[in-house]
């Protein structure tokens, strides 16, 4: 699971730093140069997608997503700890879903042949590496449900 975690992250990082330079790209050539970057903002837009899912991976592992702790700060331990399994459960049935139907929304846009409006680039390349990005995501969060919020990472990464 370190590795899959780890693969992640760095995906969501190299590709966050792709969209990056693509969007400085364009933006520079279209101010320097009076030429707009062909599909540059669409390629950008596209690529933000598979970076925001891969980051997934590691924010939904380490619990650094967005919660709301009004209730669960005035519990008892047994308390906090059905919140706990209640909210990874419902994350987990979510994310899971949404990786579901990920995979069928890569079929559909292969089939249907969409993409850019000037270089004509496929679209359903961005979108299965969005998929695998959900895809991983649910594994970890099954992984961390099935072993009780207790996943070991090592020495570097600490313990989620």
């Given at each position: ?98 990786a579901i139907a990920s995979i069928g929304r890569v079929f559909d ?52």
């Amino acid at each position: 699971m370190h590795r899959l975690v780890l693969f992640a992250e760095r995906a969501g990082g190299v590709l966050l730093f792709l969209v990056m330079c693509l969007v400085t790209a364009s933006a520079a050539s279209r101010y320097a140069f009076a030429r707009p970057m062909l599909d540059g903002d669409d390629l950008a837009r596209l690529l933000l997608l598979p970076a925001i899912l891969f980051g997934l991976v590691g924010a939904c592992l380490h619990g650094e997503h967005i919660q709301v702790d009004l209730l669960w700060e005035r519990l008892g331990p047994v308390g906090r700890r059905r919140i706990d399994v209640g909210a990874r459960a419902v994350t987990l049935l979510i994310v899971g879903a949404m990786a579901i139907a990920s995979i069928g929304r890569v079929f559909d846009i292969y089939s249907g042949r969409q993409g850019t409006f000037e270089l004509r680039m496929p679209f359903w390349p961005f979108f299965a590496a969005a998929s695998v990005g959900l895809c991983c995501a649910a594994l970890v969060l099954a992984i961390h449900a099935f072993r009780g919020g207790k996943v070991r990472l090592g020495a570097t990464s600490g313990e989620a």
